[in-house]
């Protein structure tokens, strides 16, 4: 269908079409939607073009941040003993929006997928166990969706701290076996957080 296009149009419709659950027909449209929008295509451009350069991973928790540090890492009213690990800052931000942790967190940004060449390494779990160190943490939760990847990826984790004198508990199964914990209603999500299930004590 794009090959009826110009080829600035054609290109912006291939290009949109690799991301993330957009076909030819939704790229299509949306890039039709764009060229009768110039002053939008430029707010867009320059903020695509500065995307890399000014979002990085905070230094503790590796959540996104335009700054060394992100501003839940700089909260000081948070609890300093308690760590969530979450696969990614999406995860992180639906839990947030619960209001029910008060904790600091860690993002490992992807799970466990040998096919995919996903091993220990990308998980950051080397970066994990000095930030419980520095910070002195007494209890970590475990909040991975549980599909077979999460539950493969919260098995390591806790081969990895099993001689860390820190609590490990993961949230209770009020969540859908399969259910990616982006598409959890808050309440359930809630009760999930209540009930942890402890995998380790200290």
């Given at each position: 269908?794009?090959?009826?296009?110009?080829?600035?149009?054609?290109?912006?419709?291939?290009?949109?079409?690799?991301?993330?659950?957009?076909?030819?027909?939704?790229?299509?449209?949306?890039?039709?939607?764009?060229?009768?929008?110039?002053?939008?295509?430029?707010?867009?451009?320059?903020?695509?073009?500065?995307?890399?350069?000014?979002?990085?991973?905070?230094?503790?928790?590796?959540?996104?941040?335009?700054?060394?540090?992100?501003?839940?890492?700089?909260?000081?009213?948070?609890?300093?003993?308690?760590?969530?690990?979450?696969?990614?800052?999406?995860?992180?931000?639906?839990?947030?929006?619960?209001?029910?942790?008060?904790?600091?967190?860690?993002?490992l940004h992807y799970l466990l997928s040998p096919k995919d060449g996903i091993g220990p390494k990308?998980?950051?779990?080397?970066?994990?166990?000095?930030?419980?160190?520095?910070?002195?943490?007494?209890?970590?939760i475990i909040a991975l969706s549980p599909t077979l990847s999460g539950e493969a990826t919260a098995?390591?984790?806790?081969?990895?701290?099993?001689?860390?004198?820190?609590?490990?508990?993961?949230?209770?199964?009020?969540?859908?076996?399969?259910?990616?914990?982006?598409?959890v209603d808050p309440l359930t999500l809630k009760k999930a957080l209540f009930g942890r299930e402890?995998?380790?004590?200290?």
């Open positions: 269908m794009s090959g009826a296009y110009p080829y600035t149009l054609k290109k912006l419709i291939e290009t949109f079409s690799l991301l993330p659950g957009l076909g030819e027909k939704s790229s299509t449209r949306l890039s039709l939607f764009l060229l009768s929008k110039p002053e939008l295509c430029e707010i867009l451009g320059e903020l695509i073009k500065e995307l890399p350069y000014r979002v990085k991973l905070c230094k503790f928790c590796r959540n996104f941040s335009e700054d060394e540090v992100c501003n839940i890492c700089k909260n000081e009213n948070r609890d300093p003993h308690t760590l969530c690990i979450v696969e990614n800052p999406i995860n992180l931000s639906h839990i947030e929006e619960t209001g029910i942790f008060n904790g600091y967190y860690f993002v990308e998980l950051g779990l080397d970066h994990l166990t000095y930030l419980i160190k520095l910070r002195d943490i007494k209890e970590i098995s390591y984790i806790l081969e990895v701290l099993k001689n860390c004198p820190v609590k490990v508990t993961k949230i209770a199964c009020g969540i859908p076996m399969g259910m990616e914990i982006q598409f402890v995998l380790k004590e200290k």
